[in-house]
């Protein structure tokens, strides 16, 4: 009898020898195939049938995505790329709210089919999951269209429940992008408000309390008050100057000028008249005498006598002199009283200039101690109203949009609606393949196993590759 002898050394197989052991071990390898086969089989026959509805969206840049601070202007407008834009709808698309909200809508038992046995919330859970598990949102690369798909057990089903999803989709992102914005703007609006009134009533008291109307007016008309008012005394200054100057020449020339002059003076001339009577009798007595004789002779003595007295220059001189004020005197007095009354006016007006303009720096001065504080408060004022202003403008220009909003003016359309199928998919066929690889893939690993696993020596090429020597003869293994 003939054992086989065991070695310890480690079996060397070749391809033909694994291609000829495995043959030997193929009925082994036929029946897990056909069991793991048939398991496969026995499944993919239970797999039902779906039916894939799909849509369309176009997701444009709309108002909702334009950002606008709540303070400031910083980056006002900015708006992002369609494709971010597309992602965010994707979300709110796969959101959970979402879901619930169209399981509600179409009913527990559409979304899980028929024969679903589950009540109360457990029900509506189920229909999310199954729901969650059917829908697939696809987005396309730098684009705005967001594909839709459903996978239901009835194709009416898979559609209604798109088109459901489709419509509570719209509304509740028209939630999701609910105006918050108008309220809150409204709501600072309003305090804004109220705090102007109290700044108001505070700049009220402050120039209610300074005895000032309006602060501006009053500093700006102050400023010209007092440029008018240094302005007319200097101007003061000057005609004083000028009637100080005046009314010291007047006095020069008073001091040389009489106060009374002779007005009126009567001359003696009886001498000449007494030559013109002598004359003339002396030519009356030459109408009766001769020029030789003795009367006619003693008249030219006399007039001789005269004409010498008058050749002294003594016959002629003043009989009698009226005197009286001298009127260039009388007229330098008054115009000296006028230069004096002239200037002691000026001299009064200067006093009254200047006792204006310390009222007027004394004002100033309170002014510009009170600047900081009407600064402050209006400037308070200024921004508190700047700032009504701009959320009274946000405040209309985001209901605006929220209105426009609400009644359809959307940056997203819907593209294509939902239709039944008509023809429906089913995983028997891949499942059937995949069986069929796996069973076939699990047979084969089987089959090593046995070889591998087997004691001895089981081919002749085995034994030379593992015992390094040639076999020369083989002969069948006789039964115990």
Same mark, same amino acid.
């Given at each position: 009898?003939?054992?086989?002898?065991?070695?310890?050394?480690?079996?060397?197989?070749?391809?033909?020898?694994?291609?000829?052991?495995?043959?030997?071990? &193929?009925?082994?390898?036929?029946?897990?195939?056909?069991?793991?086969?048939?398991?496969?089989?026995?499944?993919?026959?239970?797999?039902?049938?779906?039916?894939?509805?799909?849509?369309?969206?176009?997701?444009?840049?709309?108002?909702?995505?334009?950002?606008?601070?709540?303070?400031?202007?910083?980056?006002?407008?900015?708006?992002?790329?369609?494709?971010?834009?597309?992602?965010?709808?994707?979300?709110?698309?796969?959101?959970?709210?979402?879901?619930?909200?169209?399981?509600?809508?179409?009913?527990?038992?559409?979304?899980?089919?028929?024969?679903?046995?589950?009540?109360?919330?457990?029900?509506?859970?189920?229909?999310?999951?199954?729901?969650?598990?059917?829908?697939?949102?696809?987005?396309?690369?730098?684009?705005?269209?967001?594909?839709?798909?459903?996978?239901?057990?009835?194709?009416?089903?898979?559609?209604?429940?798109?088109?459901?999803?489709?419509?509570?989709?719209?509304?509740?992102? $028209?939630?999701?992008?609910?105006?918050?914005?108008? @309220?809150?703007?409204?709501?600072?609006?309003?305090?804004?408000?109220?705090?102007?009134?109290?700044?108001?009533?505070?700049?009220?008291?402050?120039?209610?309390?300074?005895?000032?109307?309006?602060?501006?007016?009053?500093?700006?008309?102050?400023?010209?008050?007092?440029?008018? !008012?240094?302005?007319?005394?200097?101007?003061?200054?000057?005609?004083?100057?000028?009637?100080?100057?005046?009314?010291?020449?007047?006095?020069?020339?008073?001091?040389?000028?009489?106060?009374?002059?002779?007005?009126?003076?009567?001359?003696?001339?009886?001498?000449?008249?007494?030559?013109?009577?002598?004359? !003339?009798?002396?030519?009356? &007595?030459?109408?009766?005498?001769?020029?030789?004789?003795?009367?006619? $002779?003693?008249?030219?003595?006399?007039?001789?006598?005269?004409?010498?007295?008058?050749?002294?220059?003594?016959?002629?001189?003043?009989?009698?002199?009226?005197?009286?004020?001298?009127?260039?005197?009388?007229?330098?007095?008054?115009?000296?009283?006028?230069?004096?009354?002239?200037?002691?006016?000026?001299?009064?007006?200067?006093?009254?200039?200047?006792?204006?303009?310390?009222?007027?720096?004394?004002?100033?001065?309170?002014?510009?101690?009170?600047?900081? $504080?009407?600064?402050?408060?209006?400037?308070?004022?200024?921004?508190?109203?700047?700032?009504? $202003?701009?959320?009274?403008?946000?405040?209309?220009?985001?209901?605006?949009?929220?209105?426009?909003?609400?009644?359809?003016?959307?940056?997203?359309?819907?593209?294509?609606?939902?239709?039944? @199928?008509?023809?429906?998919?089913?995983?028997?066929?891949?499942?059937?393949?995949?069986?069929?690889?796996?069973?076939?893939?699990?047979?084969?690993?089987?089959?090593?196993?046995?070889?591998?696993?087997?004691?001895?020596?089981?081919?002749?090429?085995?034994?030379?590759?593992?015992?390094?020597? @040639?076999?020369?003869?083989?002969? @069948?293994?006789?039964?115990?």
């Amino acid at each position: 009898m003939r054992t086989t002898a065991t070695v310890s050394a480690r079996p060397r197989y070749g391809l033909g020898d694994i291609i000829a052991l495995l043959w030997r071990e &193929l009925w082994v390898m036929v029946l897990v195939f056909l069991a793991i086969f048939a398991i496969g089989a026995a499944f993919a026959f239970t797999m039902p049938r779906t039916y894939t509805a799909t849509a369309s969206l176009l997701v444009s840049i709309g108002q909702d995505y334009v950002y606008n601070p709540s303070v400031g202007d910083a980056a006002r407008g900015t708006t992002p790329q369609v494709g971010e834009v597309a992602q965010s709808e994707a979300a709110i698309l796969n959101s959970e709210e979402l879901k619930r909200r169209v399981v509600r809508a179409v009913g527990a038992d559409t979304v899980l089919g028929d024969g679903s046995v589950t009540t109360g919330g457990s029900a509506e859970a189920a229909a999310v999951r199954v729901l969650g598990a059917g829908l697939n949102v696809g987005l396309t690369p730098e684009s705005g269209i967001v594909q839709l798909s459903y996978q239901g057990d009835s194709p009416d089903h898979a559609a209604r429940i798109l088109n459901a999803l489709i419509e509570q989709y719209l509304i509740y992102r $028209r939630e999701v992008f609910s105006d918050t914005m108008t @309220p809150a703007l409204e709501g600072q609006r309003q305090r804004f408000e109220d705090r102007l009134a109290d700044a108001d009533d505070a700049y009220e008291a402050f120039l209610e309390t300074n005895d000032i109307g309006d602060f501006a007016a009053a500093r700006d008309a102050l400023s010209d008050s007092y440029q008018t !008012t240094f302005a007319e005394r200097l101007t003061n200054d000057a005609a004083l100057s000028q009637a100080e100057q005046r009314l010291q020449s007047l006095r020069r020339q008073l001091g040389a000028v009489p106060a009374e002059i002779a007005l009126q003076q009567d001359l003696n001339i009886s001498a000449q008249d007494q030559i013109l009577q002598l004359r !003339t009798q002396r030519e009356d &007595l030459l109408s009766r005498y001769r020029e030789d004789a003795q009367p006619v $002779r003693d008249i030219d003595a006399r007039i001789a006598q005269l004409q010498d007295f008058v050749g002294t220059g003594t016959a002629v001189g003043p009989k009698e002199i009226r005197t009286g004020p001298n009127p260039m005197w009388v007229e330098l007095n008054t115009e000296r009283i006028q230069a004096e009354a002239e200037r002691d006016s000026l001299i009064g007006k200067r006093a009254m200039l200047m006792s204006q303009l310390n009222d007027l720096r004394t004002r100033q001065q309170r002014l510009i101690e009170l600047e900081s $504080r009407n600064a402050t408060l209006s400037g308070n004022r200024e921004v508190l109203t700047t700032s009504i $202003r701009d959320f009274t403008l946000r405040e209309a220009q985001s209901r605006a949009a929220n209105e426009l909003a609400q009644n359809g003016v959307d940056n997203v359309r819907v593209v294509e609606r939902a239709t039944p @199928p008509a023809r429906g998919a089913s995983l028997k066929a891949p499942i059937l393949v995949l069986a069929f690889l796996f069973a076939g893939f699990t047979a084969l690993c089987v089959g090593l196993l046995r070889i591998f696993l087997r004691p001895g020596l089981s081919t002749p090429g085995s034994a030379a590759r593992t015992l390094q020597m @040639p076999v020369l003869a083989v002969a @069948p293994m006789k039964a115990r």
